[in-house]
């Protein structure tokens, strides 16, 4: 090899180890720029995160606050949340984070935004809900609770009655067994049991007043006397169906005529509501909605069952993979929250003496569901099928062990877990229900 030639070898392997080291210097300093950028965007979010999560902690702690931040120094950077309500109930939490970083190679500074919202968590996701246990009122083996169950009351049990969903109490729980014929204390938890757990039974009919007055229906007589509402509701094959309502002063005996009303123009937000009075309700129902009605000190505030109030279809249907349990039925899209502020009651009449369907949840303030003028020896009505959830004060009597009455069965609807009907009763606390990043 001559010496041109090894001056051009030089010449190469000095220009292939410049090449060499000037990419490897440069991929040097991107992977310290992409370091940079990535902990910048992260603390950024992570400031817009903490803030969202501050105001979400304030407001689980104190339901009425609605303040806001501006410009509050943190972790290096500042935050501005604003908190506001909407939608009479529900709370819109905007955390937006500012943090000056590398963003895109230069140094700078960049914004990150955190959005939640929050509302009430509602009684509709109990399939059982009991205010007050009644002294002496066990729950024994062969009965089988659906759904979440709570009480605030001390839970009896007697043998190994079972529990499908989680179970809560705040008087604690007395198990006993081998007393007559059911076998040793043992209950079956199957999603689980937890005590102390305080959840207040309370109900704020401001708040349904105020939804129906927001886009919905309100019922009330212009001289401030109690009023009967009928609500029947009528599939006619639409998305939102229609209802036949007619109206008389509580007391009377004549209806006013009926008026047919498309649901979806009536009660756009579902919400339809009775001040003071009582209501009576039946029929298909097609859309989504909470119907109840209010008292009067000790008076009125009954919504009465006059027959089947179903969805066009089951909520429930058997779960092929396991035989004896039920799921969601996919094809149902309808939901139907019952709000009595004293309690619903079941009409002894033509119509339901051989069985009742109820497809909603219900929710009994002062009392608990029972049948009209229902003793021992009332006739036996067949059965009470409640496909949603039970919420009452205290168990009333459906029944007698000597057959008079109904034979009651409830099925909790699942759909209850992460949905629940317009504006239905809420515990007094909060929950996410959307989070936005």
């Given at each position: 090899?001559?010496g ?11 220009l ?15 992977a310290?720029e992409n ?12 400031i ?6 501050m105001?979400?902690?304030i ?5 009425t ?6 410009h509050?120094p943190?972790q ?13 109930d ?10 000056t ?5 230069e ?19 109990f399939?059982?809900?009991?205010n007050k ?9 062969g ?10 009351g ?39 049991y ?14 349904i ?10 019922f009330?007589?212009a001289g ?10 009528t ?14 002063k ?9 008026v ?10 579902g ?7 009582n ?11 909470t119907?109840?009605?209010g ?8 919504v009465?069952?006059?027959d ?7 909520p429930?249907?058997?779960d ?8 969601s ?11 009595a ?8 009449n ?23 003028g ?9 059965t ?15 029944g ?10 409830i ?5 209850f ?11 007094e ?9």
């Amino acid at each position: 090899m001559g010496g041109k030639a090894i001056l051009l070898v030089v010449i190469s392997f000095s220009l292939m180890f410049a090449i060499v080291n000037f990419n490897s210097q440069n991929t040097t300093t991107r992977a310290v720029e992409n370091l940079s950028e990535y902990y910048s965007k992260t603390n950024l979010q992570n400031i817009a995160t903490s803030g969202a999560n501050m105001a979400a902690n304030i407001i689980f702690k104190d339901p009425t606050w609605t303040g806001n931040f501006n410009h509050l120094p943190f972790q290096g950077g500042y935050l501005d949340i604003n908190v506001t309500k909407f939608a009479v109930d529900k709370i819109r939490i905007s955390s937006k984070g500012y943090l000056t970083g590398i963003y895109n190679g230069e140094i700078g500074e960049d914004t990150s935004l955190v959005k939640l919202i929050l509302e009430p968590s509602s009684f509709s996701k109990f399939g059982y809900y009991s205010n007050k246990w009644p002294a002496g009122g066990y729950l024994v083996t062969g009965d089988t609770i659906d759904g979440p169950f709570h009480t605030q009351g001390q839970l009896l049990t007697l043998g190994s009655p079972v529990f499908m969903g989680k179970t809560t109490t705040k008087g604690g729980i007395t198990s006993i067994g081998n007393s007559y014929g059911f076998g040793a204390a043992d209950p079956k938890f199957l999603g689980g049991y937890e005590s102390p757990v305080d959840v207040p039974f309370t109900l704020n009919t401001t708040k349904i007043k105020d939804a129906g007055n927001y886009d919905g229906k309100i019922f009330q007589d212009a001289g401030g006397n109690a009023l009967d509402v009928k609500l029947v509701f009528t599939d006619d094959g639409s998305a939102t169906g229609k209802v036949q309502y007619s109206t008389r002063k509580t007391g009377t005996s004549t209806w006013s005529t009926a008026v047919t009303a498309k649901l979806d123009t009536l009660a756009p937000n579902g919400v339809i509501w009775n001040t003071k009075g009582n209501l009576y309700v039946s029929g298909t129902v097609n859309g989504k909605y909470t119907v109840g009605t209010g008292k009067s000190g000790s008076n009125y505030g009954y919504v009465y069952l006059e027959d089947d109030i179903v969805y066009r279809k089951s909520p429930l249907i058997s779960d092929p993979a396991h035989p004896g349990y039920t799921i969601s039925n996919p094809a149902c899209q309808d939901m139907l929250g019952i709000v009595a502020e004293k309690q619903v009651v079941v009409k002894d009449n033509s119509a339901n003496r051989n069985n009742i369907n109820i497809h909603a949840s219900l929710f009994n303030f002062d009392g608990g569901i029972t049948v009209e003028g229902i003793t021992s020896s009332s006739p036996n009505m067949g059965t009470m099928k409640i496909l949603g959830g039970l919420i009452e004060n205290e168990a009333q009597t459906t029944g007698y062990t000597n057959g008079a009455g109904y034979h009651q069965v409830i099925k909790f609807d699942k759909r209850f877990e992460t949905t629940t009907p317009p504006y239905f009763p809420a515990t007094e606390t909060y929950e996410i229900v959307s989070w936005f990043e």
